[in-house]
Every structure is written in C-alpha cells, then in structure tokens.
C-alpha cells in the first residue's frame, strides 16, 4: 500500500514524545504537527531532524483504512487504547 495523497492522519492523531525544530515538547494527540505542509507533506521528510517514530509509520490497510477519516480515527483510537 501507498501513503494516501492529502492524508497526513499519522502527522494528526498519534502524540510524539520526541523533541524536534518548533516542537521541543513533541507533539500532542490529534494536533497537526508544525512541519505538516499546507499540502499535507512533511517539511523534515529524509533529513536527520525528523523524528525516528515518523520514519517507523508504513501505509497499511489497518491503519490507514480505506480514507482519510478512516485513517484519522484508527490512530486515534490506537492512540487513545
């Protein structure tokens, strides 16, 4: 499976606990995080920077459902348990 287009659920629901630029404390719950692009991209994709979790998250059908919303509301809930 393939990222979804315009997706960015795992840049939205999940908390990072990790430092990183514009987010010394990581990043809560159901916020987007500061380097999500207006275009749903990641301005730390492939630099040192980014935080190792964020490279760890693969598109799979589990997780990334079959929407956007879906997407959203299983790492929530996955966040959440």
Do not use: W
């Not at 809560?28 to 760890?56: M, N, Q, S």
Request: charged fraction near 25%; glycine fraction near 8%.
């Amino acid at each position: 499976m393939e990222c979804r287009v315009g997706c960015a659920a795992c840049c939205i629901a999940p908390s990072i606990s990790s430092a990183m630029p514009k987010m010394p404390q990581g990043k809560p719950a159901g916020i987007p995080c500061a380097h999500l692009t207006e275009d749903y991209k990641c301005e730390l994709f492939g630099k040192t920077e980014r935080p190792a979790v964020c490279g760890g998250f693969k598109a799979e059908l589990d997780f990334c459902g079959n929407s956007r919303q879906e997407a959203i509301k299983i790492l929530s809930d996955l966040e959440n348990a």
